[in-house]
T-cell receptor
Framework: DQQVKQNSPSLSVQEGRISILNCDYTNSMFDYFLWYKKYPAEGPTFLISISSIKDKNEDGRFTVFLNKSAKHLSLHIVPSQPGDSAVYFCAARGTYKYIFGTGTRLKVLA | NAGVTQTPKFRILKIGQSMTLQCTQDMNHNYMYWYRQDPGMGLKLIYYSVGAGITDKGEVPNGYNVSRSTTEDFPLRLELAAPSQTSVYFC??????????????????????FGQGTRLTVV
């Protein structure tokens, strides 16, 4: 049973526009959420996180929004750049471990 | 500070062979993890460890074994390689201030730091 879901396998966005990546989760006990970025042939790298006591966290061009009632989080990238093209994983911290979604491949078109 | 280091980067195994994927971290993290990534399937947890001498199964442990004799090292052992174990394997580590605590908010633990991965093909 997939506890963390990313329903869009891919997304294409024009350079300079906003990219919005979505993630849903099923376990209301999750209290910490993360986004990772992964380039081919590299390990995932941490991008941004949010605690369940917040509904928004910003870091430069990246903002994560959390809607606990809907069990939904989203990552906004503004403005999108070609270097943002990668696979993005949403993750939630469960007991002792991190649970990942299946990823969304973002392609930013120049 | 090298972070999380995995060796080898690539390996081809024949069915029935065995091998050990090495993972070491120099950040003094107490938690370590092994994930595998199959195309379109995200990252699946194989095993994890909350400290030296303590390991537990994740979602997909069958066909694998681990040990954690030191804080730094967390090797993953494949005993009888099968084609279904063809995958990319990632080791990761994180720090939790409260061992055994799932954590509250963003305090008391770090995000997981990943190694570069090992691409394993079983033929």
């Amino acid at each position: 049973d997939q506890q963390v879901k990313q329903n869009s396998p891919s997304l294409s966005v024009q350079e300079g526009r906003i990219s919005i990546l979505n993630c849903d989760y099923t376990n209301s006990m999750f209290d910490y959420f993360l986004w990772y970025k992964k380039y081919p042939a590299e390990g995932p790298t941490f991008l941004i996180s949010i605690s369940s006591i917040k509904d928004k966290n910003e870091d430069g061009r990246f903002t994560v929004f959390l809607n606990k009632s809907a069990k939904h989080l989203s990552l906004h990238i503004v403005p999108s750049q070609p270097g943002d093209s990668a696979v993005y994983f949403c993750a939630a911290r469960g007991t002792y471990k991190y649970i990942f979604g299946t990823g969304t491949r973002l392609k930013v078109l120049a | 500070n090298a972070g999380v280091t995995q060796t080898p980067k690539f390996r081809i195994l024949k069915i029935g062979q065995s091998m050990t994927l090495q993972c070491t971290q120099d950040m003094n993290h107490n938690y370590m993890y092994w994930y595998r990534q199959d195309p379109g399937m995200g990252l699946k947890l194989i095993y994890y460890s909350v400290g030296a001498g303590i390991t537990d199964k994740g979602e997909v442990p069958n066909g694998y074994n681990v040990s954690r004799s030191t804080t730094e090292d967390f090797p993953l052992r494949l005993e009888l390689a099968a084609p279904s174990q063809t995958s990319v394997y990632f080791c990761a580590s994180s720090y939790s201030m409260f061992s055994g605590n799932s954590g509250v908010g963003a305090y008391g633990y770090t995000e997981a730091f990943f190694g570069q991965g090992t691409r394993l093909t079983v033929v």
